[in-house]
């Protein structure tokens, strides 16, 4: 079954260490997004990638960085972890053909603890 | 800029029955898209209905229907004979300008047997 996949479903990192989100996607879309859903609340979106175009929203943090390698794969870098940056990460995809209107596909997402 | 709403923070429902769950839109674009997604405890969000801002139709699909309002602003979601797999998070979410989509901060559904 084509799908997104998100590995490891639960990361722990220590404050202030680099700690790196995958995400694979079997459904060869477009776009590739990435969000962040602390608890009870509802998912903020990060940034999103238009094939190899990366768009950041104006208030995501610095210390959030993604990479794009290939149609496939994309992947969410935290430079220097924060407590407050503990949350679960989604990922999604969508088809890229008829903005704003596209359905978007997610991942099972990856749960982040930081020590 | 685009916002949600949802103003029901938990629901309780009994197994078989109709809920409704409560959404308000705001935004200023003509183009835009509407969505429901379902987020059990395990934490993946779950596709289930969709509806354009050009759509004259209420959108369906099996169990969910979406009652749409363009005037009012509203885009409430209506599940029919609730199932107890059905108790979970449901966020509404609207699609506007380029990829940028604004989720509401959810409710909580709760189906008793």
């Known amino acids: 079954d084509a799908m997104v996949i998100q590995n490891p479903r639960y990361q722990v990192t220590q404050f202030g260490k680099p700690v790196t989100l995958s995400c694979s996607q079997t459904l060869n879309h477009n776009v590739m997004y990435w969000y962040q859903q602390k608890s009870s609340q509802a998912p903020k979106l990060l940034f999103h990638?238009?094939?190899?175009?990366?768009?950041n929203e104006a208030d995501t943090p610095d210390n959030f960085q993604s990479r794009r390698p290939n149609t496939s794969f994309c992947f969410l870098d935290i430079r220097s972890p924060g407590l407050g940056d503990a949350a679960m990460y989604l990922c999604a995809t969508s088809r890229g053909e008829r903005a704003p209107r596209e359905t978007q596909y997610f991942g099972p997402g990856t749960r982040l603890l930081v020590l | 800029a685009q916002k949600i709403t949802q103003t029901q923070p938990g629901m309780f429902v009994q197994e078989k029955e109709a809920v409704t769950l409560d959404c308000t839109y705001d935004t200023s674009d003509q183009s835009y898209g509407l969505f429901w997604y379902k987020q059990p405890s395990s934490g993946e969000m779950i596709f289930l209905i969709y509806q354009g801002s050009y759509d004259e139709q209420n959108a369906t699909e099996g169990r969910y229907s979406l009652n749409f309002q363009k005037a009012r602003k509203s885009a409430n979601l209506v599940i029919s004979a609730s199932q107890l797999g059905d108790s979970a998070m449901y966020f509404c979410a609207i699609g506007s300008g380029t990829y940028k989509y604004i989720f509401g901060t959810g409710t909580r559904l709760k189906v008793l047997a």
């Open positions: 990638y238009y094939d190899k175009d990366f768009n």
